[in-house]
């Protein structure tokens, strides 16, 4: 149980309460003022707390108390992942929060008796509904609180929503069709695009005037510059020049010296298995055992940076960046791969960090399985910045691809659906492995305590994890990725056309403004108009 959660909820719902009371407004009418919207399910306890206000403090009948609830929440679903969909231990509920368990029971028993009126001989879908898990040690389960207590829920993606409906909220889709809609996210270009790539920006404003910054839309103006030699070479600048600024502070936080003229190459998003930084530290693998065996070999110089946190606990996360730092180290420090080839981890990766690195970036790395990412922003904060975009059609990188264009987009990997089927025809990863010669030698040079020779079998658990198990399907996709990284180092040693790519990146980045995100959520969720300022 997240205690935060219900401090937070409640001293947040006490203080909208509290405004709305000192207005003189009937509490009975507090939803047509406030909307609340829930981000995933951590918040959730907030539909038990305010049923609580309502019913023990301000003394409203239950019917019209859950009235009001329902028509202030709203849920929006941002994981697929089952570890995010919170489950909160009956026990521990019932010793820190006892009445808003009282509270829960009760809205999972009037919801149970609703659901059995249409769907009496189901007890499988009243089961999945119901707010409890019975299935041993018992649980409140937040998201379907979430969804019984919220009148609106939504997905981040297309396909996110699609497969909210399909597989990880079905039951609630079968009985709530009307409450699901789709919201793709969206970047403000304040914050990612004028704030921290001046220069890109002035280019911009000089160009087509300054009307993107409200509306980006207007970026489509620049494609008509996407053929002009002079526009290419201002736009290959800025770009050297921000990749300058990020080398220099690489050097001065890790000692590293990476050259600017490189191709950066950059992973930059939480640790987790599925989204694959450790396909990535494979291709790199692969490539180093490329040069050691031919070192005359004429290769594409690339910087391979890294860059984000793992969760306190999660042990295979924080093996995958102990993974990365290793190889930098052997990398790094081999003569014979001079500066053909570095890897760098950057550290204490945050918002503020991340302002050198979206700028600097050539290439963004969105490799995520595929059905497993809700939607991603920082595929749509590189784009806005230039970068191109290697990935598999996963959350809103599928929308990307199709905003910027298929041949401004370097795709790979399996598809959801082939993925699932994979998965349900027993799959065997080390069946693609026999396959496969490179990955064989990347793997082989792991097991051999190559990266790891003071600490032999340091990286065990994780190639048992990609041998027996394989959940995230990295050797599935890996020739799939690197042929897909072959062809982006052929393209990348064209300049102007790199370039041009990278323009109808920036100018086909209008659909992702948060702004369009923002007026959906007010116009399909909310239900508020804009209030003209004079």
């Not at 930059?268 to 055992?289: D, S």
Request: hydrophobic share 40%; glycine share 4%.
């Amino acid at each position: 149980m997240n205690l935060w959660s219900e401090k937070f909820s409640s001293s947040s719902l006490q203080d909208m309460i509290r405004i709305y009371k000192q207005r003189g407004r009937n509490i009975k009418n507090f939803h047509e003022k406030y909307a609340v919207q829930l981000n995933d399910t951590h918040p959730a306890i907030a539909i038990a707390e305010l049923m609580r206000i309502l019913v023990d403090e301000e003394l409203i009948g239950w019917e019209s108390a859950w009235e009001i609830t329902q028509k202030t929440f709203c849920y929006t679903n941002h994981t697929l992942l089952p570890e995010a969909l919170e489950k909160w231990s009956i026990e521990l509920f019932a010793n820190i929060l006892p009445r808003h368990l009282e509270i829960i029971y009760e809205i999972n028993r009037r919801f149970l008796d609703e659901v059995r009126k249409k769907f009496s001989n189901d007890i499988a879908l009243i089961q999945n509904l119901s707010l409890i898990d019975e299935n041993g040690i018992r649980y409140v389960r937040m998201a379907n609180l979430a969804c019984v207590g919220s009148h609106a829920i939504n997905g981040v993606s297309e396909l996110h929503t699609k497969l909210l409906q399909k597989l990880v909220l079905k039951d609630f889709y079968k009985i709530f069709p009307e409450k699901f809609s789709n919201k793709t996210n969206g970047v403000t270009p304040r914050r990612f695009l004028l704030a921290i790539n001046p220069d890109l920006a002035y280019l911009i404003t000089q160009s087509i005037g300054d009307s993107w910054i409200k509306n980006l839309n207007d970026l489509r103006k620049l494609e008509k510059f996407a053929a002009d030699k002079n526009f290419l070479k201002m736009l290959y600048e800025i770009k050297l020049s921000d990749k300058k600024t990020l080398a220099n502070v690489i050097k001065e936080r890790t000692g590293i010296s990476v050259d600017p003229n490189s191709l950066f190459d950059i992973q930059a998003k939480r640790i987790h298995e599925y989204k694959r930084q450790h396909l990535n530290i494979l291709h790199v693998i692969t490539l180093y055992n490329r040069i050691r065996q031919n070192p005359e070999k004429n290769v594409t110089p690339r910087t391979v940076i890294f860059a984000g946190k793992a969760a306190p606990g999660y042990f295979m996360a924080k093996l995958i960046i102990k993974l990365i730092t290793s190889v930098a180290n052997v990398v790094n420090n081999d003569p014979i791969v001079k500066d053909r080839l570095k890897v760098v981890f950057f550290p204490n990766y945050n918002v503020k960090n991340a302002e050198y690195i979206y700028p600097a970036a050539d290439l963004s790395e969105q490799i995520s399985t595929a059905g497993k990412e809700a939607s991603g922003t920082g595929n749509m904060k590189f784009s806005l910045n230039g970068a191109l975009t290697i990935g598999t059609l996963d959350g809103a990188n599928i929308e990307i691809r199709e905003e910027v264009g298929k041949e401004n987009f370097f795709l790979f990997g399996l598809e959801t659906n082939e993925v699932m089927s994979l998965k349900q025809n027993n799959y065997r990863p080390t069946d693609m492995v026999e396959k496969e010669p490179e990955l064989q030698a990347a793997l082989h040079l792991i097991a051999s305590n190559h990266f790891s020779t003071e600490n032999p079998g340091l990286f065990q658990p994780l190639l048992d994890s990609l041998l027996k198990n394989d959940e995230y399907i990295l050797c599935a996709d890996y020739k799939s990725y690197i042929d897909c990284q072959d062809k982006i180092s052929i393209a990348y040693r064209d300049t102007l056309q790199w370039t041009h790519m990278s323009i109808l990146n920036i100018a086909r980045m209008g659909k992702f403004s948060s702004d369009r995100a923002i007026a959906e959520y007010c116009k399909d969720i909310w239900k508020i108009n804009p209030v003209i300022i004079e």
